[in-house]
């Protein structure tokens, strides 16, 4: 394509909004310019290209939520890839696949197929629901939107009816990753039974209406208890995905992916990976930006090991104080390694129903 014949395509794609003619031809103007002088600051651009990629090309950003959606709705930048994410092996090749199947939704649609759109996510808290959501938004330069409960649930007869009505018009017309965060939850919060059941019934109505969403609207829902749900809706998500705490190899991956960012942590990978079995991602992050932060604050002064050291320190003496909250004193404060024994057990994640939910039996919920 020649550069003229370019810059016209990209005008008119980028004035009629289509973010992926617009991503085609940058790239092909990218790689022409890297012909003609062979590498240097071209394969600069082409890289901070890559990285721009999952920005949105209308608004900069900007809010584009109607005000009228804005208590329905909340719009968040993603801040992570999906390759920054550390995923078990097949978790991230089933991503990856849906990523591509919506990319290539025209190739599917001349085939009069339809790329899948609706994702189930199952784990408990810090195993990466939330931000594995945001990172598809980001690879597919969607808008995030997660849906806020609180102003979704109204409180006259027929107002979060109407409410789910404005959130499903909006999300047809619009390509966004639609987000429902930890729904489970949201009926727990009301003691009301009424009110709960009321909740049961948005959750279960909500998700039907996901057949009649486009499939430019990629529904992503997160759960860590999965059998609340109805399983006839359950059954209705056509990526079903489980995030369980991270196994040995994904903590040797968080182990050589934060030695080589923030440098020597002061154990091997091994002891790195006996003493983190059975915590979540989101313990390890907060514990590695405590180091980071007395790293910033010491002005250099103090080597990563050491800080790391200090604050995996921090984050022992922390978890034995909830568990002093939770379980009692003796076992904690006298043998510690017991204490975590004791958490491996209790701590159990929602895991997916075998079985009869994805064979089909039938729905017990009462819903
Ligand atoms: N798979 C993962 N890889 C890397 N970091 C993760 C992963 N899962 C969680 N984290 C870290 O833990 C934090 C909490 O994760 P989040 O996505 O909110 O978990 P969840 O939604 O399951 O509770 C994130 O900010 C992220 O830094
Ligand atoms: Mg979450």
Not at 184 to 208: F, M, P
Not at 232 to 238: I, L, M, P, T, Y
Not at 341 to 350: F, H, Q, V
Request: glycine fraction near 8%; charge should be neutral; include cysteine.
């Amino acid at each position: 394509m020649s550069k003229d014949r370019s810059v016209q395509k990209l005008q008119a794609a980028g004035g009629s909004g289509q973010v992926r003619s617009v991503r085609e031809t940058m790239t092909a103007l990218i790689r022409e310019a890297q012909r003609q002088h062979s590498g240097g600051p071209v394969a600069k651009g082409e890289a901070a290209f890559e990285s721009a990629q999952h920005m949105r090309f209308y608004g900069g950003g900007s809010p584009m939520l109607p005000e009228s959606l804005r208590g329905l709705l909340r719009e968040t930048e993603p801040s992570r890839r999906l390759s920054e994410l550390v995923l078990p092996r097949q978790t991230m090749i089933d991503m990856r696949d849906l990523i591509a199947e919506i990319r290539d939704t025209a190739l599917l649609r001349s085939h009069s197929l339809e790329p899948r759109h609706t994702v189930l996510l199952v784990g408990p808290p810090g195993t990466g629901k939330t931000s594995m959501a945001a990172a598809l938004a980001a690879e597919l330069a969607l808008p995030f939107l997660t849906v806020r409960y609180e102003g979704l649930i109204g409180s006259y007869l027929g107002e979060t009816a109407s409410h789910l009505q404005d959130v499903v018009d909006y999300a047809s017309r619009t390509p966004c990753v639609l987000f429902f965060d930890e729904f489970d939850s949201v009926g727990k919060e009301r003691s009301d039974a009424q009110e709960t059941g009321e909740i049961k019934r948005v959750v279960s109505s909500l998700l039907l209406h996901m057949d009649a969403l486009p499939s430019h609207c990629v529904v992503v829902c997160a759960t860590n208890h999965p059998e609340l749900l109805d399983r006839a809706v359950w059954r209705r998500f056509e990526l079903r995905l489980q995030l369980p705490p991270p196994g040995a190899a994904e903590l040797r991956d968080w182990f050589n992916r934060t030695e080589k960012s923030f440098g020597d942590l002061g154990m091997t990978s091994k002891e790195f990976v006996d003493l983190f079995s059975g915590e979540t991602f989101s313990e390890l992050e907060a514990i590695t930006i405590d180091a980071r932060r007395k790293v910033v604050l010491s002005h250099g002064e103090l080597a990563p090991r050491d800080a790391f050291l200090g604050a995996v320190e921090r984050w022992e003496r922390r978890r034995n104080i909830g568990d002093f909250v939770a379980s009692g004193p003796t076992t904690n404060r006298q043998n510690p390694s017991r204490t975590r024994a004791t958490n491996k057990k209790t701590r159990k994640a929602g895991v997916l129903p075998q079985g009869d939910l994805l064979g089909g039996a039938g729905d017990t919920s009462g819903s």
